[in-house]
């Protein structure tokens, strides 16, 4: 069975301060910190024993967990097993990077989001510098914040052309054409993230060949559907598993939309859905609602085209 991961355990706590996020400066107790290192050695183990599956894994903490050296050593560990195709984790790359140098390069991969405000810019810049010599895969990404403009263009331009860097509309936010304009000369995809898609009844990947795990290994289909499909530790989550139509009317978060039958976006970042890394070149159809300025969509990256690449119908 090929099976996708979303891990998130009980760590809630976080190094940095961003005013948009319920995490920021939280402080775990060192028992949740002992529970939290608990739960993620034995989902490690768990999935080190499914030598009769391939398995992907996403961490998906709340706050920080690259500061935690159990979720390097996990990195670290499930990256070296062949019956792992990848393991990723959502990070504000605010530790070291020397001890990917462990890690097989294949398989492991960074999915990195620069907070502008909360760490010096060429300390972020010369994080990801270490990541390419290392040879590590990893995408980079803002918050779609008229004060994160220029830190992400400068962002842009300093990064190599290979490294994408990816927008995510802020929550609750409504963008003019000419805001959404900007923000899609800096990523192409970001038509796909500014308005939430409509799911309900859609088929979606998750609860068939992908899920969401919690520290007690409470198996749900994703992180925004509280449904719960069984438990990975006694195998009670695979007759569960099946195609299902989403049950919410919408989904607004790349972690799930991106599994959306309904959207191109397995194609566009084939072999790169969990760290969010495009295959390149590739066409991008349109999102819903907007045309694509030819028949075909764009290629990206086109370094000739900067410019919208969208337009409302
Ligand atoms: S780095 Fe991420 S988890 Fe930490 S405060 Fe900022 S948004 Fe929240
Ligand atoms: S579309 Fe989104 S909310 Fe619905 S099941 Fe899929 S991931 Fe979950």
Not at 13 to 32: I, L, M
Not at 82 to 87: E, K, L, M, Q
Not at 93 to 114: F, I, P
Request: aromatic share 10%; charged share 25%; proline share 8%.
């Amino acid at each position: 069975m090929d099976l996708t991961i979303l891990y998130r355990g009980p760590l809630a706590s976080c190094d940095y301060d961003c005013p948009y996020c319920p995490f920021a400066k939280r402080r775990d107790t060192g028992e949740q910190l002992r529970s939290d290192r608990a739960a993620l050695e034995r989902f490690t183990a768990w999935a080190a024993a499914q030598t009769g599956d391939r398995l992907s894994v996403l961490f998906t903490p709340w706050g920080e967990g690259l500061v935690r050296s159990w979720y390097r050593k996990a990195l670290v560990e499930l990256s070296r097993l062949p019956h792992i195709g990848r393991v990723a984790i959502q990070t504000n790359l605010s530790g070291r990077t020397g001890w990917l140098a462990g890690a097989e390069r294949d398989r492991v991969a960074l999915w990195c989001t620069y907070h502008p405000g909360q760490t010096p810019y060429e300390r972020f810049l010369g994080r990801c510098r270490e990541l390419t010599a290392l040879g590590v895969r990893y995408s980079v990404g803002v918050v779609g914040l008229d004060e994160h403009l220029e830190e992400a263009r400068r962002l842009r331009s300093a990064l190599p052309p290979e490294v994408y860097l990816w927008v995510n509309a802020a929550e609750g936010q409504t963008y003019t054409d000419e805001q959404a304009a900007r923000w899609t000369d800096l990523d192409p995809l970001f038509p796909y993230s500014r308005h939430p898609h409509r799911s309900a009844g859609l088929p979606c990947r998750t609860g068939e060949s992908v899920v969401s795990v919690d520290g007690d290994g409470t198996v749900r289909r994703c992180h925004f559907v509280r449904a719960e499909l069984g438990n990975l530790y006694d195998g009670s989550y695979r007759d569960s598993l099946g195609p299902r139509g989403c049950p919410r009317d919408v989904c607004d978060c790349h972690i799930g939309y991106v599994h959306l039958e309904t959207l191109p976006l397995y194609d566009v970042f084939a072999g790169g859905v969990l760290e969010r890394i495009p295959t390149r070149p590739v066409r991008i159809p349109a999102p819903d609602g907007l045309v694509p300025p030819d028949p075909d969509g764009i290629t990206f990256p086109d370094p000739a085209r900067r410019t919208l690449p969208f337009v409302s119908r």
